[in-house]
């Protein structure tokens, strides 16, 4: 075992899990996980630019990891960042940012890469169950994209798409900077003919309706559990590997695109920087689900984030990379 720490930097969050990590074995013992709203996409789709409050939102957080990172002594510091800041032109202050809060320069990975470390953290612990069947379908539905892929004991193929619950909200539901309250049709339409359209795009490398079993991943499709459980709380222990049906995902995602922000905001599960993008999380949640014909999606709370800290223990054991 090895004790790493990893961070997954997206578009609408930052996450932190320090583990104590076998890749050999499958092993892995969270000592600590914890996720932080950053927005760190904040308008990124409109301007091509990280803006400077969501740097200093993002860096915050880092400063309170670096102190529980330093607390655990993690042996090896794995940082990667997705989708926003692979778009954005001024990355480099990002980079630079991390760099001198952590001592790890980010990695900002291809959607590939992604997909490939989604895929691990998922589906690693479902080996040797005979309750789901495979291939599976891992589905990561991120802030700014959604990452899919298929593969056995191994990737098959994947593709990442520049879908997600804040580019969507984003791209559709603002006007004069406010998020409608709630959604018009026309708006909601303008969201699935998006996702439409990406799925198309994922089709074309990945072989979406050969899989036997969909894996969900990410705040969006976990928030859907919560709700479809009536969980009176947040709880990570419920929610992991749960299993929502397609009608019950299609009456969530209805009532959450015609609920009101205050309605959206007293639902007792819903993290508070979820309010105005959950109701586009789980529209494509639900669009790849019917594309596919899928009766239930699995939930798990194990994703990129697990299989960064097992790439992490692998280089840990190999000498190679890393900090």
Same mark, same amino acid.
């Given at each position: 075992?090895? *004790? ?45 630019? %990280?803006? +400077? /409050? ?5 860096? !915050? @957080?880092?400063?309170?990891? $670096? #102190? ?5 002594? @993690? ?12 778009? !954005? ?32 953290? #998922? ?28 593969? =056995?004991?191994?990737? *098959?193929? @994947?593709?990442?798409? =520049? ?18 309250? +709630?959604?018009?049709? /026309? ?5 699935? #003919?998006?996702?439409? @359209?990406?799925?198309?795009? #994922? ?13 969900? %991943? ?12 009536? %969980? +009176?709380?947040?709880?990570? !222990? ?23 922000? $205050?309605?959206?905001? !007293? ?25 596919? &014909? ?10 990129? %984030? ?15 990379? &890393?900090?």
């Amino acid at each position: 075992m090895t *004790r790493v720490a990893a961070v997954d930097c997206g578009t609408n969050s930052i996450r932190l899990l320090v583990a104590d990590a076998n890749p050999a074995t499958g092993e892995l013992v969270e000592l600590d996980r914890r996720m932080t709203i950053v927005r760190l996409g904040q308008g990124v789709d409109r301007t091509g630019r %990280l803006a +400077p /409050e969501a740097l200093e939102r993002t860096f !915050a @957080a880092c400063r309170e990891y $670096a #102190a529980v990172i330093k607390e655990h002594g @993690a042996e090896r510091v794995r940082f990667v960042a997705t989708s926003a800041s692979r778009d !954005a032109e001024n990355r480099d202050d990002f980079v630079r940012g991390v760099l001198d809060i952590l001592g790890v320069e980010p990695e900002v990975v291809t959607g590939d890469q992604e997909a490939e470390f989604s895929f691990t953290g #998922a589906t690693t612990e479902l080996t040797g169950r005979d309750d789901l069947a495979r291939p599976y379908l891992v589905v990561d539905i991120g802030g700014g994209s959604t990452e899919f892929v298929v593969g =056995d004991d191994h990737v *098959r193929a @994947a593709r990442s798409v =520049d879908v997600g619950c804040v580019r969507m909200t984003e791209r559709h539901l603002v006007r004069d900077g406010k998020v409608s309250d +709630p959604p018009t049709e /026309e708006q909601i339409a303008a969201i699935r #003919a998006d996702i439409e @359209a990406a799925l198309d795009l #994922a089709e074309q490398t990945v072989p979406l309706r050969e899989a036997r079993t969909l894996v969900g %991943l990410a705040g969006s499709v976990t928030t859907v559990s919560a709700i479809a459980q009536d %969980l +009176p709380e947040y709880d990570s !222990a419920r929610i992991h590997h749960s299993r929502i049906s397609h009608d019950r995902v299609r009456e969530i995602t209805s009532a959450l695109l015609h609920a009101t922000h $205050a309605e959206r905001a !007293a639902i007792p599960s819903m993290h508070p920087g979820r309010v105005d993008v959950i109701g586009a999380g789980a529209l494509v949640l639900l669009a790849i689900m019917e594309r596919i &014909g899928a009766e239930e999606v699995v939930v798990s709370e194990h994703d990129i %984030l697990d299989g960064i800290a097992f790439a992490a223990a692998a280089e840990a054991q190999r000498g190679t990379g &890393g900090t």
